[in-house]
């Protein structure tokens, strides 16, 4: 009777076991085909090329973040964060810095690695920070009835936004000199671990994970870590294997069709790599976890200002064996100097800690009237509109300033922030 028993529980948790693991299962299977057709050396078209192999990055992206947030168990606090800030941005490292190496023996490339970099900066605060807004919104509306359309971050972001508001200066010196120098890598590096530093000591909070990670976290310890290691050993097996020939995919494919390669590289390779941080980020808001969901795009948006940014050059120079810097030409100028006047707006956006929908509304619309409108010109306008905007909100919040570096240089992270974030009725 008991044997009996047993067997009538086991055969009701395999099939709840198989459920659990279908998303992380069927993640994998979307990079098998690129996997594979990159093994055997099949040749195929541009279209099939950036499809296959975009889907292995897609794939791959989402694993090293399921991977990731499952590591936080077994890795020591500091190492998790150096790791989990490397690993926000790697698909995009495996895409950029295959065009910086290679602009070191064909220099047109480099315009492909600055169109890469701006795409994804300007992708994630255009259209990450506005739709975290409008998803806390609407998830106010109709899930807890509430009209609340103001979302409150942490005191804590201050370390963000300083990293963040450096980074932006120091960038907006790469089109006055027409380069990406070993200089710019230094100060962005130097940057990159201050915040490293920085958040180290703040507490240690224990993440609250779904999906995959969640599933993996629940295994025991050693099942755990060899879970975990096997996911990014797959995952960055997928993205070596699918980056060239996803590049060299776009490029074909934009020739192809008359359309210009740099805007396919800029918009299309960004898709792929970081939507999975902008369904991750969407899917802790509609958990009511809105502010954990819009400090992890902020964050990657750090980690891409600073240390995507500061790889660049390093590749370049080793590839061309030369200490001078990543060169860029009048629109890559114009492409950087329009990202960098997009992220100080940001960063002055949120100063006080605080996102309005009609703020959301106003990131978004800037964004998609750059997007449609390509022209030198045009980039230069939204450009000023950008700058102009930032000195109008500074206007109103400077004082500010004093408060956020205070709490971002002495690290005064244990008083009690306000919760704005209503519960579920």
């Known amino acids: 009777m008991q044997e009996a028993a047993r067997r009538a529980v086991k055969s009701v948790r395999l099939p709840q076991a198989a459920l659990a693991w279908s998303p992380a299962l069927a993640t994998m299977s979307l990079g098998l085909p690129a996997i594979i057709a990159r093994l055997s050396g099949a040749d195929l ?3 099939a090329s950036v499809a296959i192999f975009g889907l292995g990055i897609l794939s791959a992206a989402f694993l090293l973040g ?15 964060l150096a790791v989990l800030a490397f690993v926000a941005v790697l ?3 495996a895409v950029d810095l295959l065009f910086a ?3 070191g023996n064909d220099p047109e490339q480099a315009q492909f690695a600055v169109a890469n970099m701006t795409g994804a900066n300007r992708l ?3 259209i990450g920070w506005s739709f975290v807004l409008f998803t806390f919104v609407a998830r106010n509306r109709w899930i807890v009835r509430s009209p609340q359309r103001v979302l409150t971050l942490p005191r804590s972001i201050s370390l963000e936004l300083v990293a963040m508001g450096v980074a932006t200066l120091v960038v907006f010196t790469i089109p006055v000199v027409g380069n990406i120098n070993l200089i710019m890598s230094v100060v962005l590096l130097t940057i990159f671990v201050f915040y490293l530093y920085r958040l180290a000591k703040q507490p240690v909070v224990e993440p609250e994970v779904g999906g995959p990670a969640a599933v993996v976290q629940r295994l025991p310890t050693k099942q755990r870590r060899a879970v975990v290691i096997g996911l990014f050993a ?3 097996m997928a993205i070596v294997l699918s980056a060239e020939p996803f590049a060299d995919g776009l490029i074909e494919l934009g020739e192809e069709l008359g359309l210009d390669p740099f805007l396919l590289v800029q918009w299309l390779a960004p898709i792929a790599s970081e939507s999975p941080e902008f369904l991750a980020a969407l899917y802790l808001v509609w958990r009511g976890l809105a502010q954990h969901g819009m400090i992890v795009l902020i964050s990657s948006k750090v980690n891409q200002f600073t240390l995507l940014i500061a790889s660049l050059p390093v590749a370049y120079a080793i590839s061309a064996g030369t200490l001078e810097g990543l060169p860029l030409e009048g629109r890559q100028e114009e492409e950087v100097l329009l990202t960098a006047a997009q992220s100080i707006f940001g960063v002055i956006l949120i100063l006080d ?3 309005t929908l009609r703020e959301a509304g106003l990131l978004v619309t800037l964004f998609l009237g750059q997007f449609l409108f390509t022209d030198g010109d045009v980039r230069l306008g939204f450009s000023v509109t950008y700058l102009v905007l930032a000195v109008l909100f500074l206007a109103r919040r400077y004082t500010e300033v004093p408060r956020v570096l205070r709490y971002a240089l002495r690290g005064e992270w244990d008083e ?5 974030e209503p519960a579920d009725s």
């Not at 009690?416 to 704005?420: F, G, N, W, Y």
């Open 353 to 355: 800690r605080k996102i």
């Open 101 to 103: 190496w290679r602009a």
């Open 416 to 420: 009690p922030d306000e919760v704005t």
């Open 234 to 236: 797959y995952a960055g």
């Open 91 to 93: 698909p995009e490292y």
């Open 45 to 47: 078209s541009p279209e």
């Open 124 to 126: 994630l605060l255009g």
């Open 66 to 80: 399921a991977a990731s947030e499952a590591s936080q168990h077994d890795i020591p606090a500091s190492l998790s």
